[in-house]
């Protein structure tokens, strides 16, 4: 019981000398600071995702203030955050570009997409792809480990039982971690309200790719001879949409010829998401399914 | 006297705490990319490390000691690398804030670094006298400054070299440390047995 009562009396003790001693410091060691720098702090979502360039939400409320960096830099904030932001510095009239949001191109289902070997080895698609370029037999195919699916902090992005994660567009900010986390580029960050896109990333000779995928792209030129003039073209046995917005102009067109089915059109046009055939029934499954 | 040269000798070189207690392992690793901001956190730590055998040999001896409290060692010297870290921290942000914004996270984790709390629980295991431990804390935290400024400009020239892809970053960083901790096992012996 004694021993108790010493414990508790010294560690106290011990403890009330440190904190006035500090608290003493901190009168004299005070830093004067800008509150905007606060005040935007808390504006932020403090996902400290890092997609503004800067290590953290802190961080980056502190070059807003101290450096003058522009502050439309947040993805996850959106236009809701910019104008809060604005508003706490005092600026008027900003103009906020459009919502992005992430897009996995590729359709390569493991019905759809042929394997070349069984893989053994880490669970990871950095790691498959940095093993003799995983166990698919597109080069360019997503792997189906889910690196993107774990570097999401905003539960957006999920991996289904075909095979290829699926992006939640409600929950995804933009944030771009998916994109850098996917060893083979597969996701992109597309405008919310693109609606044609090419789901296929392969460059190899269509007679080679259509002859491990249904839905690669073989590069017949199809598409891009039906899109209007320079707003698409041929890059590498792919094709390439330089200009969404003309495309989806003519979005039945362009992709009306397609064989593969690998250029579709996935927004319509009240902007409704629609999941590609390859996803059609698609179930959602934990990360590691393999 | 001759015992605190001995003592001195033996932490920076001999027992180094980095490169033959491996402690400290993290800031060694994650502050050690650039020499400048490597020397001021090697003298942070020096300044926590030094107060920390100071004042932790004063609560052992005058505190725990008599009322049997040898049980609250942990918890008491964690309590006081804390205060000192956080103390560090203002002087830091108040004195020199460019050398604050290089150490960035590393300054808060000097709390729960190994290396200082390593230092304490060793100093009061050894029955140093007060000078002895608290050249202890110093030599610890200079034995610190020396490995992390000889990996800074390791890495400083590393930067030009042709490294193997698959060991850029870490693995080379792994690497060398491990050479480095080699090089250093040529000291033991160097004071009889040691």
Not at chain 1, 257 to 281: A, Q, R
Not at chain 2, 19 to 45: D, H, R, T
Request: with cysteine.
């Amino acid at each position: 019981m004694s021993v108790t009562i010493i414990s508790l009396l010294t560690m106290g003790g011990i403890g009330l000398l440190f904190a006035i001693v500090l608290l003493l410091a901190y009168k004299k060691l005070a830093v004067e600071e800008d509150p905007r720098i606060k005040e935007i702090e808390s504006l932020l979502p403090g996902a400290n995702c890092g997609a503004c360039g800067y290590p953290g939400c802190a961080a980056y409320a502190e070059a807003i203030v101290l450096e003058g960096v522009p502050f439309d830099k947040c993805a996850p904030g959106g236009a809701e955050v910019v104008e809060k932001i604005a508003k706490v510095l005092g600026v008027e009239g900003v103009e906020v570009g459009e919502r992005k949001v992430a897009q996995v191109m590729c359709q390569g289902t493991d019905e759809a997409a042929l394997d070349r070997a069984i893989y053994h080895g880490i669970n990871s698609c950095r790691a498959a792809h940095f093993t003799l370029g995983g166990d698919k037999e597109c080069y360019w195919g997503c792997l189906g480990f889910g690196d993107c699916v774990l570097a999401c902090p905003f539960d957006a992005i999920h991996m289904t039982d075909k095979g290829i994660p699926l992006v939640d567009r409600d929950k995804c900010t933009g944030c771009g971690l998916c994109v850098e986390a996917c060893p083979r580029d597969i996701i992109e960050l597309v405008p919310i309200s693109q609606k044609v896109f090419v789901l296929c990333k392969n460059e190899d000779r269509g007679a080679n790719a259509r002859k491990y995928c249904d839905y690669a792209c073989i590069a017949c030129r199809l598409c891009v001879r039906n899109a209007p003039q320079g707003s698409m073209e041929m890059r590498n046995n792919l094709a390439i949409i330089l200009d969404h917005r003309q495309v989806d102009g003519e979005a039945e067109k362009v992709i009306a010829k397609c064989p593969t089915k690998s250029i579709l059109k996935l927004v319509d046009d009240d902007g409704e998401f629609h999941l590609p055939p390859s996803l059609e029934g698609a179930k959602i499954v934990p990360t590691l399914k393999r | 006297m001759n015992n605190i040269w001995l003592i001195l000798i033996a932490t920076i070189l001999v027992n180094n705490f980095v490169f033959s207690y491996f402690l400290g392992i993290c800031p060694f690793l994650g502050v050690s990319g650039k020499a400048s901001s490597a020397i001021g956190m090697g003298f942070a730590a020096t300044f926590v490390m030094t107060m920390t055998a100071f004042v932790t040999w004063l609560i052992n001896r005058y505190i725990l000691i008599p009322y049997n409290l040898e049980f609250l060692e942990t918890v008491s010297f964690i309590l006081v690398i804390a205060s000192l870290v956080q103390f560090v921290e203002m002087f830091l942000k108040k004195v020199i804030p460019s050398l604050y914004k290089a150490l960035g996270i590393f300054l808060p984790l000097i709390t729960t670094n190994c290396i200082v709390l390593g230092l304490a629980l060793l100093g009061s295991m050894r029955n140093y006298n007060l000078l002895e431990n608290v050249v202890f804390g110093f030599g610890a935290g200079i034995g610190f400054t020396l490995a992390l400024t000889i990996m800074a400009g390791i890495r400083e020239e590393i930067e030009f070299a042709d490294v193997p892809e698959p060991l850029k970053g870490g693995g080379i960083t792994l690497i060398i440390a491990g050479l480095l901790a080699l090089a250093f096992m040529g000291f033991s012996g160097m004071l009889g047995g040691g």
